[in-house]
């Protein structure tokens, strides 16, 4: 089912609310309170998609994240029509991978002054998400970039444009691919270093209800802000409640820290091998306000990442977390 995430059928019809919730954005999802927290890792597509999504499977993630083309490079993906339905078919061949999200290419870069630069990223984000939608995906993850030093003024509504003329061009369906925006670690001139930035982002493209929004555990930490008691978790999420809301929050790139709090710099490490740790992480994750939001890994694992039991640790994680407020 194209672009939605579909909630496991383990809970019992007595304790399944099957009402489908109208988020802010207008967007139905089916909510099925009760259901654990879907766990998906980043996979890799140098072998294909459909391999990507093997690998997922078999690692046991309930959601698998992949790039939709080469993220160092610009050159669109070759995925044509009949990779992308080939990719579909596979995912509904796997009923284990419940969602897909896509990661866009890193060399975007939305709230650039160069005006060169800045057409090179709608151009790129356009065929981005031309590739996540078809292939189903739940959302397409975007970092939007570094203003360089011209200030965050003049970056957000040329970001707020940039994000609706790709939307505008893609054209998903209703219930297609929305574009999520990232939480950046806070390096250098990055718009989207707090959910306050974010909101204004969505606020100047009209608050469109393709836009949403996803939270990374590492970025967020580096970023200086505290999420690593139950306290401060509950703190998070009323601030992520009061500025982009709880509705766009979409999916958690769910990643330990190899820096310190506040060294606003992305660097990911496996879960309880960082400076947040699984207690802090259980803090955020077991909030109930975040059962129902995919958290994908994103971790070296051994070098190739996510493995295993990097997936058995995150479960392991989310059901600390929901001890902890039980
Ligand atoms: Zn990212
Ligand atoms: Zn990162």
Avoid at 215 to 234: C, I, K, R
């Amino acid at each position: 089912m194209a672009g939605v995430v579909r909630r496991p059928g383990r809970t019992s019809p007595a304790v399944r609310d099957t009402v489908p919730s109208v988020r802010p954005g207008g967007r139905r999802r089916a909510r099925c309170y009760g259901a654990p927290m879907l766990i998906g890792a980043h996979v890799r597509a140098g072998k294909g998609l459909v391999p990507a999504l093997e690998h997922g499977a078999e690692i046991g993630a309930d959601a698998v994240q992949i790039f939709t083309q080469s993220p160092r490079m610009w050159k669109p993906s070759q995925y044509g029509g009949e990779i992308l339905a080939a990719y579909r078919a596979a995912q509904a061949a796997h009923p284990s991978v419940r969602a897909t999200f896509c990661h866009a290419t890193y060399l975007i870069n939305l709230a650039s002054p160069d005006p060169d630069l800045a057409a090179k990223s709608r151009a790129c984000l356009t065929a981005n998400l031309a590739t996540a939608d078809g292939m189903g995906a739940g959302g397409l993850v975007l970092h939007i970039g570094s203003h360089r030093g011209s200030g965050l003024a003049a970056a957000v509504p040329a970001v707020a444009e940039a994000l609706l003329s790709s939307l505008d061009e893609v054209d998903p369906p209703e219930d297609g691919c929305p574009v999520l925006l990232e939480n950046a670690a806070g390096a250098g001139d990055t718009v989207g270093r707090s959910f306050e930035e974010l909101a204004e982002v969505i606020e100047a493209a009209g608050d469109d209800e393709r836009l949403g929004v996803c939270l990374d555990t590492q970025h967020l930490w580096a970023s200086g802000v505290p999420f690593a008691t139950v306290a401060e978790a509950d703190a998070l999420i009323a601030r992520i409640g009061s500025t982009v809301g709880l509705g766009r929050l979409r999916c958690l790139h769910l990643n330990d820290s190899k820096v310190a709090f506040g060294a606003n710099r992305d660097r990911h490490e496996n879960l309880g091998d960082g400076t947040i740790g699984s207690d802090g992480l259980a803090a955020l994750v077991g909030h109930p306000a975040l059962a129902d939001v995919p958290a994908l890994l994103e971790v070296p694992g051994a070098g190739d990442g996510p493995r295993a039991e990097d997936v058995a640790a995150a479960r392991a994680v989310v059901a600390a977390g929901v001890a902890l407020r039980a």
